[in-house]
């Protein structure tokens, strides 16, 4: 449902949701723990800390660590800017022009279907996982 790309980003802040207060973890070690290559995994990093979810530290004892709390990052806040779910507004038919005035022979199973993950992911946080202990590999 989300793009391997959206289960690394979310290993790998589930994962340093569970670091102690102010530590931080290093790229690699973040990658040999999800099972990523690293140099794709340091980049995933850069682009989750452009997006405000972690921040990062040069040097003896840095790396990355969450930029908020975990309970106020949702799995939405991390996948979406890398899988665009929100656009999945189009026709699961595939049909130019389909809405509720005009529905496809499935418009109202899927629209139910799309708010429902929509809110699951919007609903569920990296707090929730780190604490269920979500493992990885």
Avoid at 2 to 18: E, N, P, R, W
Avoid at 37 to 43: A, F
Wanted: charged share 25%; glycine share 12%.
């Amino acid at each position: 449902m989300i793009s391997k790309t959206g289960i690394h980003a979310t290993l790998a802040l589930t994962l340093l949701a569970q670091l102690g207060p102010g530590k931080f973890a290093g790229a690699s070690q973040i990658a040999k723990e999800v099972g990523a290559p690293p140099n794709y995994l340091g980049k995933l990093l850069k682009q989750l800390a452009q997006d405000g979810l972690v921040e990062s530290q040069k040097g003896f004892g840095g790396g990355f660590r969450l930029a908020k709390s975990g309970t106020k990052i949702s799995l939405y806040d991390i996948v979406e800017p890398l899988d665009k779910i929100s656009k999945w507004n189009g026709c699961f038919l595939g049909r130019a022009k389909c809405s509720d005035k005009s529905p496809c022979a499935v418009h109202h199973r899927w629209s139910k279907i799309r708010e429902g993950y929509l809110e699951f992911l919007k609903e569920t946080t990296i707090a929730e996982l780190a604490e269920k202990n979500v493992s990885i590999g």
